[in-house]
């Protein structure tokens, strides 16, 4: 329809006016009081909204002035001097509503306007399909806003903010974050990442895109991680145990809708839901939780990094001083395991990083670690445990005989691996849809 944006406010009006009514007749007045409340600010948002996006002086906005002030007479009439009906209120407003609709059809085109929030340009591409669908409807009008994010201090505090802005491809348009204005312009969508809101105890992002707050600027808050998480069954416990911290987060409380990476993990996500705040809210979750798959899956470039394009530390290592090149394996380890195993999982690192040192002149490992281990690990399972593995990243790191991956570009890691061992997560998954061998360890075998 044309000018959905507009019709969306407008069928909201016709509820709400057949709710006055309503209410009048049953003699509940002060409900209706409120109804008449809800109907002005619905309009001034709607008006608002149109010459935010499109400028003032239009005709529809002109209605929607003679609307209020058709709200303020009925609601004197009602409440005042009693000289009128439900009908009559209702006829009255029904009559002006239509005409606010038709100005709407008639007026300026208003396209349906899409807001993406990337929490950090290395995570762009759980975005990524879904706003190159969206920028290549003739109907729709998109932003990207590169979201800014605070280091967290030890007493909770903001510290440093960081700004990703300049780190997306040449032909995604981002938009300075202070630059657009949610509360005008009231955007139908807005597609978040970070679901953490003030619940992360390392980083933040800026509070005013926290879930709960963005939620007044739109009428469909959409949550669509930035990661994938290890397949898991219900029976396990301990996955389950793992998996809500990804659940439980005011993001998939405050979103209208949760899309994840497959059917079985909409089964878990409404199974940790439910068991948290009651089996009356099953049905909640069921309708809000979506298993379309992880936009992840999109990306199938995946060969257009090749060896040439190699940061140079990586080539000294992965080619052998003759020229040839060694077998490069990506080993993949994910946070869920950390919070499963702990311990066990430093051990079962110290294994692995061994064997692949002994047998370096053959093969050579590229470690990519979840990018979350970083930042919330020390928060759930201790920083004990947290300086444990930041000490083995700084070993592997200072011997040299490794690849360490912070590049976060999984397009290039996949196009010069020749297989995959370690955790089932994202990166496994991409380089098995990639062709590449897969082998997934055991971490109880060290």
């Known amino acids: 329809m044309r000018n959905a944006p507009v019709q969306k406010y407008v069928n909201t009006l016709g509820k709400l006016h057949g709710e006055i009514q309503k209410n009048i007749d049953a003699q509940n007045i002060d409900q209706a009081a409120q109804l008449f409340q809800q ?15 499109i400028g003032e002086g239009t005709a529809v906005v002109g209605c929607l002035e003679e609307y209020c002030e058709l709200l303020y007479q009925m609601h004197q009439r009602l409440f005042e001097t009693r000289d009128v009906t439900s009908e009559d209120i209702y006829a009255a407003l029904e009559s002006q509503r239509l005409m606010i609709s038709e100005q709407a059809e008639k007026g300026p085109e208003i396209r349906t306007e899409a807001v993406f929030l990337p929490s950090r340009a290395g995570h762009w591409g759980a975005l990524e399909s879904v706003w190159r669908a969206a920028s290549h409807d003739p109907d729709c009008r998109t932003y990207v806003i590169a979201v800014p994010y605070y280091e967290k201090k030890p007493d909770g505090t903001l510290g440093k903010m960081h700004d990703e802005s300049g780190g997306f491809p040449d032909d995604v348009p981002v938009v300075f974050y202070e630059d657009y204005d949610f509360q005008g312009r009231r955007p139908d969508m807005i597609y978040i990442q970070n679901p953490y809101d003030e619940c992360n105890y390392t980083s933040s992002v800026h509070p005013f895109f926290y879930a709960k707050n963005l939620k007044q600027f739109t009428d469909k808050l959409i949550y669509i991680p930035w ?85 140079p530390e990586w080539r000294k290592r992965i080619y ?17 395991r950390f919070l499963q195993y702990k311990e066990q999982m430093i051990k079962k690192l110290k294994s692995v990083l061994e064997v692949f040192r002994e047998h370096q002149d053959e093969v050579i490992p590229v470690w990519k670690p979840d990018v979350k281990v970083t930042e919330d690990m020390s928060a759930i399972v201790g920083e004990e445990l947290m300086q444990s593995y930041l000490d083995l990243v700084q070993q592997y790191k200072e011997e040299g005989w490794g690849v360490y991956d912070e590049t976060e570009d999984m397009d290039q890691v996949v196009s010069i691996v020749d297989a995959y061992f370690g955790d089932s997560c994202y990166a496994a998954q991409m380089c098995r849809k990639a062709g590449l061998p897969v082998m997934l360890q055991d971490i109880t075998l060290c």
Request: with cysteine; charged share 30%.
């Open 227 to 311: 990661f994938t998480l290890e397949e898991i069954e219900e029976k396990d416990e301990r996955g389950m145990q793992s998996t809500q911290y990804f659940v439980t987060v005011p993001g998939v409380m405050y979103a209208d809708k949760v899309i994840v990476q497959s059917e079985r993990m909409r089964q878990i996500y409404i199974e940790i839901l439910t068991k948290a705040y009651g089996e009356q809210t099953r049905t909640q979750w069921e309708e809000k939780v979506l298993g379309l798959g992880s936009p992840l899956y999109d990306l199938d470039d995946y060969k257009q990094c090749r060896e040439s394009q190699l940061l």
């Open 39 to 53: 109907c002005q600010d619905c309009a001034i948002q709607l008006g608002t909204m149109i010459e935010t996006r």
């Open 320 to 336: 052998r001083t003759d020229g040839s090149k060694r077998k490069v394996i990506l080993y993949g380890t994910s946070v869920s």
